[in-house]
């Protein structure tokens, strides 16, 4: 009875250990992980009113995927890495593939460094200026 108890107990530590398994790979990366959905975005201060709701922003250890919603059955993915700065001020992205570049939306470019506005709970708002000196504002919730 005693062996049993003991095989009994060590299974359900194994089977607890699994459920607890970390999903942050390659270390914690704070306020970032896991899906944003952009709610909206300015440019130069004016709501761009072509932009349908429809990025999100996954971040996980140094890969970030933007995902654009086509339909309910039809989507478009892309990927490419990111780093954030000790303060949370910077944030690099880069998209060295050249098929997996940023969507055309966002006004990206395959390198862009964008300003932390805000990270706080639920809320992200990122700022990029472009090469012709646009500033574009972009509004995450997440998801």
């Known amino acids: 009875m005693r062996l049993r108890n003991f095989y009994i107990s060590g299974l359900l530590v194994l089977i607890l250990s699994l459920c ?3 999903t942050h790979n390659n270390g914690d990366i704070g306020p970032f992980f896991g899906k944003w959905k952009m709610q909206r975005m300015t440019v130069d201060g004016v709501e761009d009113a072509n932009y349908r709701c429809n990025v999100f922003w996954s971040f996980q250890s140094s890969t970030i ?10 989507y478009n993915e892309t990927f490419g890495n ?13 998209f060295p593939d050249e098929i997996f570049p940023p969507f055309s939306e966002l006004q990206l470019e395959r390198e ?3 300003e932390i506005v805000k990270i706080k709970g639920s809320e992200m708002i990122l700022k990029y200026i472009t090469k012709d000196s646009d500033e574009i504002v972009y509004y995450l919730e997440k998801w």
């Open 20 to 22: 607890v398994g970390c």
């Open 65 to 74: 995927g933007f995902i654009r919603v086509v339909s309910n059955t039809r």
């Open 82 to 94: 990111w780093t954030v700065d000790d303060a949370y001020t910077t944030m690099r992205l880069s």
């Open 112 to 114: 862009s460094e964008l």
